[in-house]
C-alpha cells in the first residue's frame, strides 16, 4: 500500500493519496519529497516533475494469468 500526501497544484489545498492496489508501491522508490505529481484525469500515466528533469510513469497491470500489461494513454 502507498499513502502519499500534498498540496493541490491549482487550489493550494492539502490532498491525501492512498492507493492500495499495488501498484504505486511498485514504482515508489521513483517519488521524491519535493516532487510535483501530475495524474490527469482519465490518463494513465503519471508525471512527476522535479528541478532536475520529469519521469513518465506508464500504468502496469499484473494478471496473473495473462502475464504484465502496459496501458497507453489515447
Not at 502507498?2 to 498540496?7: D, E, N, Q, S, V
Not at 493519496?17 to 484525469?41: E, L, R
Not at 500504468?59 to 502475464?67: L, Q, R, S
Amino acid at each position: 500500500d502507498a499513502y502519499l500526501k500534498g498540496i493541490e497544484i491549482n487550489t493550494g489545498n492539502p490532498v491525501e493519496f492512498y492507493d492500495g492496489s499495488g501498484w504505486i508501491a511498485q514504482v515508489f522508490d521513483k517519488f521524491q519529497i519535493g516532487d510535483t505529481i501530475i495524474k490527469p484525469k482519465g490518463k494513465y500515466t503519471i508525471l512527476i516533475r522535479r528541478k532536475t528533469g520529469k519521469i513518465l510513469i506508464p500504468f502496469v497491470c499484473t494478471d496473473t494469468k495473462n502475464g504484465e500489461k502496459t496501458y497507453k494513454d489515447l
